[in-house]
């Protein structure tokens, strides 16, 4: 009940599906956590429902404005921040012969420039020996029809996480990701696709499972509590698959 003691954790996209799952596993091992989403309502709706020292912070990562204020609104309440869990990501679909520059820069905009901005922002006030996550995704290692651009925008904070690893080893920071595979959340009815071809799609992705099923936004909480903690002191650089192995076959 308390890995993460008077840690200060940042979690970003903190509303909804594994970010919220998350933050409340961070609250009963003991932090202090900010949670942030860019929408006043969905924050304040799991609100009622959260037990522990947070705040809610809103902040759309899209405005590089609001990734500033996200770091000195949570550096202003809880002072230095031990977890920087950059976890908000959208993941809309469009083939090839689709792709949009409209498209294009909502995604990367939001699944890459925003969390590498608020790393910036929250380097100065990130203790040594500290913890930075991204959730990428097994998209960058097993192409689905139609994520293209999603599975680039992975592939991207895949390729900057390895860098920041050793940027950062004079501080003792640890940067890790975590590669979902097909988990239960809200994101998929964010996609832009019929309520049919969602369950689908549901479906196929289920099926390519060795394990046979979706996984739990817990079951990533719970690789994010590990990556976090003195539990995953020792790893560091590196992406970790919560993905009923999908990507291993
Ligand atoms: P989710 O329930 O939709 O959570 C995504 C969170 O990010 C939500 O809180 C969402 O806010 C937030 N977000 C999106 N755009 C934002 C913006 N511009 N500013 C601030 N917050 C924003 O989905 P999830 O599955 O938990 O997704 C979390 C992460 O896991 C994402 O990075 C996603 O790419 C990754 N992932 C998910 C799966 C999966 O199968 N679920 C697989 C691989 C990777 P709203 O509620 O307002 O949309």
Redesign the pocket.
Known sequence: MSKLKNKVAVI?????????ATAKLYLKEGAKVVL????QE?LDEVSKDLEGDFITVL????KPEDNKRLISEATAHYGNIDILFL?????PVSPATDITEEHYNEIFN??VK?PMLTVKEALPSLNDGGSILF?????HKKGFDGLGV?SAS?GAIRAYSRVLTSELRSRGIRVNSI??????????S?MGLPQDVVEDMGKGFASQVPLGRFGK?EEVANAALFLASDEGSYVNGAELEIDGGISQI
């Open positions: 970003t996209g903190a509303n909804s599906g594994i970010g919220l942030s989403g860019r929408r969905a902040a759309d990562a899209s976890n908000a990501g959208i993941a939001i699944n925003s959730t990428s995704s097994i998209v999603y992975k590669a979902p595979g097909p988990i239960e959340t809200p994101i998929y964010k936004s």
